[in-house]
Every structure is written in C-alpha cells, then in structure tokens.
Nanobody, 119 residues
Framework: QVQLVESGGGLVQAGGSLGLSCAASGSIVSIIAMGWYRQALGKQRELVATITSGGNTNYADSVKGRFTISRDNAKNTVYLQMNSLKPEDTAVYYC?????????????WGQGTQVTVSS
C-alpha cells in the first residue's frame, strides 16, 4: 500500500506561479513512477507530468515549458512547480503513484488539491 498526501495549490492570478507537493508513505520501495494529473470541472482527468524512479520526465504538451516535475527520493516527495499559469490550468490536481508489488502493478491516488487561476 502507498499513501499520498498532497499540499499546495490555491488561488493565483494568470501569469503567476504555484507549487504542489506530494509526500508518499507506505511501500515506498515499490514505487516506479509518480506524477500529477488534473481534472477540470466537466472534463476527464488528464495527465500533467510524470517522473520515473530514474528521473525520466514526461509532460503534457499544454504545460511543457511552464511546469516542472521533480522528486526528492530522500523525502519520498514529488513536486510540481507551475509557472506562467493560465485560467485553463484551473483544475483539481491529483498526485499519482505507480507501484509494483508481488508481480502486480498498482496505481494510487492522492486526495486532490484545487488550483484556481483567475484571469
């Protein structure tokens, strides 16, 4: 089992910045990748960015050049730095972890944190 606790988010004006954090606990050694997804009102959840245990990153086209995902393995924490925010970035942001245990792949989610960008 992996537990994910998110922090950060809030309200910011367009063009501003926000940072999100996600601390993992539990079966940490089984985590192979972590990431951030978001879900805007009335829309499907979509990938924002992911980072593997080896540090490889992947970003949605809509956030490339503006968002940066990073992780601190010592603190079992993944971060999302969001710059040049746009109103269309408004959504609930969810932390995600993929873990392998006993040959099976498991996906875990945080509780979500609201990010609101005003125009």
């Amino acid at each position: 089992q992996v537990q994910l606790v998110e922090s950060g988010g809030g309200l910011v004006q367009a063009g501003g910045s926000l940072g999100l954090s996600c601390a993992a606990s539990g079966s940490i050694v089984s985590i192979i990748a972590m990431g951030w997804y978001r879900q805007a009102l009335g829309k499907q959840r979509e990938l924002v960015a992911t980072i593997t245990s080896g540090g490889n990153t992947n970003y949605a086209d809509s956030v490339k050049g503006r968002f940066t995902i990073s992780r601190d393995n010592a603190k079992n924490t993944v971060y999302l730095q969001m710059n040049s925010l746009k109103p269309e970035d408004t959504a609930v942001y969810y932390c995600n972890a993929g873990a392998v245990y006993s040959g099976s792949y498991y996906v875990y989610w945080g509780q979500g944190t609201q990010v609101t960008v005003s125009s």
